[in-house]
């Protein structure tokens, strides 16, 4: 003896798949998924068996499958068919998943510079101990930002978002003697940081000690906390080496130019008294 078929309404169905009926009303009409039976009054009937029909559809839609594509693949499936359609999505998936991560790396970065800005204080100075890190370089500069600096900063801001694949902020690198000397203006180039994800950079900032300080204002401050910095490494007994790294921290956050904050950071190294 046969089994007869239970039958389900739309609500039901729908229910029982965690589905909205309005969704299975939208695949009705497009004719991506119809119930089993409808009986003379036009009520839609759907089988216990359509379940693992409408599963299979969800998650052809979740991986990012339009309905066209589906109900062509439906109007002649195979196994090769599946299979070259499944490997194209997996495909668009890790690159999505790469690019979500390239976000997320960005966001946390962001995320650290404000922390930052949160508690910046004008000059002040302290002796710190970085790794090592991964820098990439502009081409040179004069420092006067005008139309040539201008033109480097373009440049530089474009390969930057052909490498991390969004844009990012860079900040300005000045020599150590040239601070010493009081050119605190004698900029050399733009730089950014380099990332874990990818091997691409121009140098390394070598590990070892620093001090920062921070400029809260407009940059007519910077040669002020230049001053400052120089005043704290002579009275702590540290020489400035290498090179003075100044970065925004807060340009997305940024109502009024006096609230720009400059997080400066340049190498030391302790000499005899």
């Given at each position: ?13 729908a229910k ?113 101990t970085l ?25 530089f801001s ?116």
């Amino acid at each position: 003896m046969r089994k007869k078929k239970i039958l389900y309404t739309t609500g039901q169905f729908a229910k029982l798949n965690g589905v909205n009926k309005r969704t299975l009303h939208y695949y009705d009409e497009t004719g991506l998924f119809s119930p089993e039976f409808r009986d003379e009054n036009g009520y839609r009937y759907y089988t216990c068996f359509q379940s693992v029909q409408l599963e299979f559809i969800l998650i052809l839609r979740r991986i990012g499958l339009s309905i066209e594509e589906i109900i062509r693949y439906q109007q002649s499936p195979s196994d090769a068919s599946l299979e070259e359609m499944i490997t194209e999505k997996k495909r668009l998936i890790d690159k999505s998943v790469q690019e979500l991560l390239r976000t997320k790396t960005f966001l946390e970065q962001k995320s650290d510079k404000l922390s930052m800005s949160l508690t910046a204080e004008h000059g002040k100075v302290e002796l710190i101990t970085l790794p090592k890190q991964r820098i990439l370089l502009s081409g040179p500069i004069t420092g006067a930002f005008d139309e040539d600096d201008f033109a480097v900063a373009g440049e530089f801001s474009l390969r930057l978002k052909r490498i991390f694949g969004l844009y990012d902020n860079f900040g300005s690198r000045i020599p150590a003697e040239q601070i010493l000397l009081g050119n605190c203006h004698n900029y050399e180039c733009f730089f950014a940081c380099g990332r874990e994800d990818t091997e691409i950079y121009d140098t390394i900032r070598p590990a070892g000690s620093f001090l920062r300080t921070f400029c809260v204002g407009s940059w007519e401050r910077l040669e002020e906390v230049y001053r400052i910095l120089c005043r704290f490494a002579e009275d702590n007994h540290l020489e400035l080496s290498g090179y003075a790294y100044e970065e925004g921290l807060n340009e997305m956050s940024l109502r009024d130019r006096d609230d720009y904050i400059t997080m400066i950071t340049v190498g030391c190294k302790k000499i005899s008294p």
